[in-house]
C-alpha cells in the first residue's frame, strides 16, 4: 500500500504562484511515476503533469510554460510550481502514484485525497 499525500493548496489572487507537494508513503518505489490532475467544479478531472523517475516530465498542453513538476527521489515528494495563476485554475489538484496504463490516463494505484487551489480574479 502506498499512502499519497498533498498538501500546499489555498486562495490566491490572478497572476499568483502556489506550489504543491505530493508526499508518497508506505511500499514506495523511486521507479514510480508520479502525475498530477486536477478537477474543477462541473468538470471531469483531467490530467497536468506527470514525471518519471528519470525525471522526464510530461504536460497537458493548456498548462505548458505555466506549471512545473518536479520531484525529490529521496523524500518521495512530487512538487508541482503553478505560476501566472488564473481563475481558470480553480480546481481540486490530485497527486497519483503508479499508473496501470498511460501517465495521462486517471487510472493509478494509489491517490491522494487531494488539495483545493482557488484563484480570485
Known amino acids: 500500500q502506498v499512502y499519497v499525500v498533498e498538501s500546499g493548496g489555498g486562495l490566491v489572487q490572478a497572476g499568483g504562484s502556489l506550489r504543491l507537494s505530493c508526499a508518497a508513503s508506505?511500499?514506495?518505489?523511486?521507479?514510480?511515476?508520479m502525475g498530477w490532475f486536477r478537477q474543477a467544479p462541473g468538470k471531469e478531472r483531467e490530467f497536468v503533469a506527470a514525471?518519471?523517475?528519470?525525471?522526464?516530465?510530461f504536460y497537458a498542453d493548456s498548462v505548458k510554460g505555466l506549471i512545473t513538476i518536479s520531484r525529490d527521489g529521496v523524500k518521495n515528494t512530487a512538487y508541482l510550481q503553478l505560476n501566472i495563476l488564473k481563475p481558470e485554475d480553480t480546481a481540486v489538484y490530485y497527486c497519483?502514484?503508479?499508473?496501470?496504463?498511460?501517465?495521462?490516463?486517471?487510472?493509478?494505484?494509489?491517490w491522494g485525497q487531494g488539495t483545493q487551489v482557488t484563484v480570485s480574479s
Open positions: 514525471i518519471f523517475p528519470s525525471a522526464l516530465s
Open positions: 497519483a502514484v503508479d499508473p496501470r496504463g498511460n501517465y495521462y490516463d486517471n487510472d493509478y494505484r494509489y
Open positions: 508506505g511500499r514506495t518505489s523511486d521507479s514510480y511515476v
